[in-house]
T-cell receptor
Framework: DADVTQTPRNRITKTGKRIMLECSQTKGHDRMYWYRQDPGLGLRLIYYSFDVKDINKGEISDGYSVSRQAQAKFSLSLESAIPNQTALYFC???????????FGEGSRLTVL | RKEVEQDPGPFNVPEGATVAFNCTYSNSASQSFFWYRQDCRKEPKLLMSVYSSGNEDGRFTAQLNRASQYISLLIRDSKLSDSATYLCVVGGFKTIFGAGTRLFVKA
């Protein structure tokens, strides 16, 4: 099993729908991140969390919210999806003592 | 100005060539530096960390110049399997990615 698991892997939805992307990890890391990737723009940070009680906005948090339900779980929500939120979303974790980020396989979201 | 900037490429090189990628970052308080590799539609994976003293891993050499806020990656003897996007990554409280440099290695 993957250390960082994202669900769903693919989702097609309509404008205005509420969407939740879930991320769980078995690495025991405190730090968790949500990124979105668009062609030519690289990965952009949406939200990050250093522990269950710590949530921080990244570069592009507007239109998104997150929930850190437990050390191992970090969910990203789109309350009312819009077409320009169509992208590939990655969850990542990081241990406090190292710099390496470990990524899930990504969630491809299409908003029609 | 973007926090991390890279030449987007693409770089098209023949097998066996040496290719160099550059990256600049804007936050002088940045604490950690990395190169990640990303294959098409896959998750990024760590290629190597970057240290001020420079470091080498086989055909790959990374350099960091803190005074100039500049990071580089050198790939020697390019292989077809090196074709990918290379992401410059700068860490601190946040971890910020460059947009990536696309590399195509041709037979």
């Amino acid at each position: 099993d993957a250390d960082v698991t994202q669900t769903p892997r693919n989702r097609i939805t309509k404008t205005g729908k509420r969407i939740m992307l879930e991320c769980s990890q078995t690495k025991g890391h405190d730090r968790m991140y949500w990124y979105r990737q668009d062609p030519g723009l690289g990965l952009r940070l949406i939200y990050y969390s250093f522990d269950v009680k710590d949530i921080n906005k990244g570069e592009i948090s507007d239109g998104y919210s997150v929930s850190r339900q437990a050390q191992a779980k970090f969910s990203l929500s789109l309350e009312s999806a819009i077409p320009n939120q169509t992208a590939l979303y990655f969850c990542a974790t990081r241990g406090s003592g190292t710099g390496e980020l470990f990524f899930g396989e990504g969630s491809r979201l299409t908003v029609l | 100005r973007k926090e991390v900037e890279q030449d987007p490429g693409p770089f098209n090189v023949p097998e066996g060539a040496t290719v160099a990628f550059n990256c600049t970052y804007s936050n002088s308080a940045s604490q950690s530096f990395f190169w990640y590799r990303q294959d098409c539609r896959k998750e990024p994976k760590l290629l190597m960390s970057v240290y001020s003293s420079g470091n080498e891993d086989g055909r790959f050499t990374a350099q960091l110049n803190r005074a100039s806020q500049y990071i580089s990656l050198l790939i020697r003897d390019s292989k077809l399997s090196d074709s990918a996007t290379y992401l410059c990554v700068v860490g601190g409280f946040k971890t910020i990615f460059g947009a990536g440099t696309r590399l195509f290695v041709k037979a």
